[in-house]
């Protein structure tokens, strides 16, 4: 089994648990996106600014590892024309119940994105991918496909994970115990202690693969904000550890 198809297991586990971004949204929230009202997220606790949206009618939009059903119902609600592509065959499932609950088409995809993306050039007028790039060994190759995929004009919104939260033990926070770059595939010791946490196989990125890769893809970067955790000590001490960017392909 490859690490993306132990991740693509372990997501699918959490979401039988109850895992907060496997949680579909309800009818009433769907009903209020239709009337205007409606947030989405891409980090931990901060709302995406609507203005990074633009208006979202008629807008071919792609969910890149964005299942679960929260983001993609707000955008179909809001008259985008939405693809989700994602690996875990659970959230892809929380996609089609929400989607045949509320009468709207989606086009829903499972595909690896550390693989080319199926999608022809300038397929997309807005990405919106959501945290989970920390989930893959090499990043800059999906900002490459991203700039491919997307129209001129189009739109990259995206969460990313800082380096922080793998330095740091996972229990309390209060460590320093981890060199960089943090690749369990690299470090047998790092894959038991992620195993043993139940936390898949996860890999630090530096903000010159997670921001300098989308500028070397050609995009340019027009605004960005930082989140915490939303729980744990680095979040009590108001660390910031993931950064949501918005990025243009000219």
């Not at 380096?163 to 943090?182: A, C, G, W, Y």
């Not at 530096?206 to 970067?221: F, I, P, R, Y």
Request: charged share 25%.
């Amino acid at each position: 089994m490859n690490y993306q198809d132990i991740n693509a297991k372990t997501i699918d586990g959490w979401v039988e648990e109850g895992w907060e971004w496997g949680i579909p949204i309800d009818h009433e929230t769907f009903v209020k996106a239709k009337n205007g009202e409606w947030e989405v997220v891409l980090t931990p606790t901060k709302p995406v600014p609507k203005e990074w949206f633009g208006d979202l009618r008629g807008k071919k939009l792609l969910g890149l590892a964005s299942g679960g059903g929260q983001q993609m119902p707000i955008f179909a609600a809001c008259g985008a024309e939405c693809t989700v592509l994602d690996y875990s065959p659970r959230q892809l499932e929380s996609e089609r119940m929400v989607a045949d609950r509320e009468g709207y088409h989606i086009d829903i995809i499972r595909a690896d994105m550390t693989k080319p993306l199926p999608f022809p050039d300038e397929s997309f007028d807005i990405i919106f991918h959501p945290v989970s790039n920390c989930y893959v060994e090499e990043v800059k190759p999906i900002w490459r496909e991203c700039y491919r995929i997307l129209k001129h004009g189009g739109l990259l919104i995206a969460g990313v994970d800082y380096f922080i939260n793998f330095m740091v033990d996972f229990k309390d926070e209060t460590r320093i115990v981890n060199s960089l770059p943090f690749n369990p595939l690299k470090d047998p010791e790092l894959m038991r202690l992620l195993s043993e946490d139940d936390s898949g196989v996860q890999f630090s990125h530096s903000l010159e693969e997670q921001l300098g890769g989308q500028l070397e893809a050609g995009l340019v970067l027009t605004h960005l904000y930082e989140d915490t955790n939303g729980s744990g000590k680095l979040h009590e001490m108001n660390i910031p550890t993931f950064l949501a960017t918005r990025a243009i392909k000219p």
